[in-house]
């Protein structure tokens, strides 16, 4: 087996590239299996290399040393690959993938716990080309979540602020969008707000729209919101971030299928794992077990049903 440590040097804004290389080096010194540490030089790299490295055939784990965004370049170099495995490992700002995991989301910072996991498919939504293990979004919450990263690299604002300004300069924008939303027998059509769908249960920093959500079981869950006031939308949001979308049914329409199409009257972001993607016509689709995860030794939450919340 292969372990292949893709490494983002601009995740969190601080290059950990030698402080990887150290951990990595130190952890293979009594193993006999080979390892490469290989830094991406643009997006998308990561998900090109990992093709590159799939091709030769063999196991092959992959590393996503970084966030989120280092994760779902990796997750979409291995979707679909049987002989590629993918896991966080992570070193950037944004984990929200491993917030479903609770306490033991630690368990993905732990490298020798990593080398001494096991596998387990999980599901993935394909979505403008790309693919997600976590959650795809459009509407405002994808407005918000893109424009962020260029507010929080003015001197004047940085750091968290720049979610603060985003909120506010997008709320300006308009909180609604014209859609199109269809989902099983679901549709609907007019002003929305946002459209969530989730494999996974944070996104946005910490938003937490969906309590239960698992990417093992097959079914996404997804939140409609139609267009509110700004007075409404403030004591909604709120209740929507901690799971308690279901107590405005009014509002929020709460699905639970495996796809979600939504047609705008022009060109949005979509949100994908909070990297973000431009279309006018939107199709989130899940995909059953198209990726390998990598179980760190200890967790018990793929061991679990119902929940899955850890004790």
Known sequence: MKHLFIVNP?????????????????????????????????????????AREAEQGGALRVYACGGDG?????????ALRPNVAVCPFPTGTGNDFC???????????????????????IDLIECCGRYGANICSVGIDARIGTDVHTYSKLPVVGGAAGYVVSTVVNV????????????????????????????GRYYGGGFNPSLNAR????????????????LTLA?????????????????????????????????????????????KNIRMKLLPGAARLVVPRGMRF??????GENP
């Open 235 to 279: 004591r909604l949001i709120g209740k929507y971030a901690a799971g308690k979308a279901d107590q405005f049914p009014r509002y929020i329409t709460h699905l639970r299928g495996t796809e979600v199409e939504i047609d705008l009257d022009e060109e949005d972001v979509v949100n994908i794992d909070g990297e973000a993607a431009r279309a």
């Open 10 to 50: 601009i995740a969190g804004g601080k290059d950990r590239t030698e402080q990887v290389r150290a951990r990595v080096a130190a952890a293979f010194r009594s193993r006999e299996d080979s390892w490469e540490l290989y830094v991406t030089q643009g997006p998308m790299d990561a998900a090109e290399k990992i």
């Open 302 to 307: 793929f061991e679990q049903d119902g929940d």
């Open 70 to 78: 280092t994760f779902n370049e990796c997750v979409c170099g291995a």
């Open 99 to 121: 917030r479903m995991f609770g306490r033991e989301a630690e368990l993905y910072r732990d490298l020798d716990a990593l080398l001494a996991g096991t596998e387990t498919p």
């Open 215 to 230: 990417p093992d079981d097959g079914v996404l869950d997804i939140y409609v919101i139609k267009g509110v006031s700004l």
């Open 172 to 199: 300006l924008k308009g909180i609604a969008t014209n859609m199109s939303v269809r989902s099983g027998d679901f549709s609907a059509q007019g002003k929305h707000s946002l459209v969530c769908a989730c494999n």
